[in-house]
């Protein structure tokens, strides 16, 4: 499972960790997890994030400005994109790559 390197350096933020084997899928304000049957991930039955003995999943996390985990939940199969992803509480700086991801992967629920 990532485990939100770039949470880690924007601690006031939350991040979406992934699990492989897991997707989170997003369209029209709402979002949608998606995973594979059968593989390995990190959500174990009573909920605990431990890496290889669960299932695929989806992950909410927050670190402090020390790098101790402060919220670190699964994500729902599905719900309103904003439960995920609140209003930014600090200065937003886009990451200049963005430009050519949103050019090599269009979509077309996007604003403009």
Not at 84 to 112: F, H, I, K, M, Q
Request: aromatic fraction near 2%; hydrophobic fraction near 35%; charged fraction near 30%.
């Amino acid at each position: 499972m990532a485990h939100g390197i770039a949470v880690r350096r924007s601690p006031a933020e939350r991040g979406i960790c992934l699990d492989h084997h897991a997707a989170l899928v997003i369209s029209d304000g709402q979002y949608r997890v998606l995973t594979l049957p059968g593989k390995p991930g990190s959500l174990t039955p009573d909920g605990r994030n431990v890496p290889g003995e669960g299932v695929p999943a989806v992950w909410l996390k927050s670190v402090s400005e020390d790098g101790r985990v402060l919220e670190e939940k699964p994500v729902a199969e599905c719900g309103a994109l904003e439960e995920l992803l609140p209003a930014a509480r600090g200065a937003v700086v886009e990451d200049p790559r963005v430009e050519t991801a949103r050019a090599e992967n269009p979509s077309d629920d996007l604003p403009e």
